[in-house]
Nanobody, 121 residues
Framework: QLQASGGGLVQTGGSLRLPCAFS????????MAWFRQAPGSEREFVAV????????YYADSVKGRFTISRDNAKNTVYLQMNSLKPEDTAVYYC????????????????WGQGTQVTVSS
């Protein structure tokens, strides 16, 4: 089970940190990812992190502004979002895969409920 939180309303250029708490399994065995979905759009990949935290991959649109990290002792994955832009406005979802390092939403079996991020101009 995944529980994302930390969303809210922020001005352009601001920052937010989204935590996602994991329960019901061995967290350190899962690859963790963040996706987002804006109204009328498909769910898109944001970032992914290996089970150890040693390998990451980001969408070009967030590279250099967002950082994905994990604390295996706390069973939590984070998405630090800096220099936010209005186009970052979306519902953000965390996802877990026990099989691999994927960029497509269809490859993730476990999803959190989503948290709304709104960036005002």
């Amino acid at each position: 089970q995944l529980q994302a939180s930390g969303g809210g309303l922020v001005q352009t250029g601001g920052s937010l940190r989204l935590p996602c708490a994991f329960s019901g399994g061995t967290f350190s065995s899962y690859f963790m990812a963040w996706f987002r979905q804006a109204p009328g759009s498909e769910r898109e990949f944001v970032a992914v992190l290996s089970w150890s935290g040693g390998s990451t991959y980001y969408a070009d649109s967030v590279k250099g502004r967002f950082t994905i990290s994990r604390d295996n002792a706390k069973n939590t994955v984070y998405l630090q979002m800096n220099s936010l832009k209005p186009e970052d406005t979306a519902v953000y979802y965390c996802a877990a895969s026990g099989e691999g390092y994927y960029l497509k939403a269809r490859n993730y079996a476990h999803w959190g409920q989503g948290t709304q991020v709104t960036v005002s101009s």
